[in-house]
């Protein structure tokens, strides 16, 4: 069970990767409020010297009462996952430090343009196989040895909703995620005991990357701001008895933004109305479409009842509802 109590709990050692903006940094910065250290890398030197101040005078004013101590405990650099060198740079600066992190968040990715896949220019389908693919397994190589050594350490690989299902114009970054989603389990069999990886699906979250891939709807969403609070509980309670879990961090009330941006998006005379209820209905309410279901029950249930809606609401049926994939 989740606590909020281990969040606030003994001091972590947290190593997240992509700290420069979107989820990674509204992460760091909500661990460091909550007394954790973090090690965080990425790219931007500009957004990486702003974040190391921003997380000092969030540790000078956190819940650890010694100031002093707090103001330099973080270590930002600036690493390209992608580059196996750049990320040995950096298990060597952690191993300097006596930094090696309890938990590591592989969270650095990047996403292609919205483009069919035969349309995906060479250089950004290798950019999102080389960050989401080859950089976690990078951080694997050089930090997994440190870990076990420890005879401890919990990796949370960033995985994607996209990663256990599909959508069009995106199908590089779908493609690298499913490899992360098989690339935890496999690994997860690695492991000797005492130690965790698992596949999180964030939710959805307005970032640049969701900029990206759904344009200005991007702005329906939750901030990354509101989002990490959650994000960092989850994480803070891994143990090692959640290896090889996939995880989802967020409510599926959240991800019902997704299908009031289809809904928009494909001109549908219907608002959605998202409902929590026990049983699993749909119906309509005039020129609204109102829909109740328990997502515990699994895909294939959900899945009969987004045709049933499909059919509603007259849409194509070789139209995609790609906005359940989320769940
Ligand atoms: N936002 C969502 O709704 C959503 C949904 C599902 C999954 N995710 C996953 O969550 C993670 C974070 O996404 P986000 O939305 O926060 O994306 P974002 O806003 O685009 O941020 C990506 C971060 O990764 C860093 N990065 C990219 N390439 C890197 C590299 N080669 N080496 C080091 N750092 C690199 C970027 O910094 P620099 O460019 O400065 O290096 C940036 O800090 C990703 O793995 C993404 O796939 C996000």
Redesign the pocket.
Known sequence: MLTSEAAAGAQKTVLI?????????SLALELAKLGHTVIG????QD??SALQSELSSVSTSSISSDSSKNINKHLIMN?????NS?VEELARSVVEKKAVPDIIV??????NRNNRIWEVPTDEFD?VI???IK?TANMLRHFIPLMIEKKQGIIVN??????RSAAAQVAP?CAS?WAVEGLTRAAAKELPPGMAIVAL??????????Q?CFGSSAAL?QT?DSWAPKAATMILNLTSADNGKTCIAASPRENMHSCQRYAVTEGARVELAAGMGREQCFWLDGNRARWKSPFSRGGEILEKWMRVFKNWLNMDSDVELWTWTFF
């Open positions: 990767t992509g700290v420069s903006r979107g989820l990674g940094k890398c990425s790219r931007s957004k990486l690493v390209d996952v992608s580059s750049s592989n969270n650095a990715g990047t996403i950019a080389d960050t989401n950089g960033m995985s994607s909703g996209w990663g970054y995620k699906n964030p939710g959805v979250i307005n970032t640049e990357m969701l990206s969403y990354p």
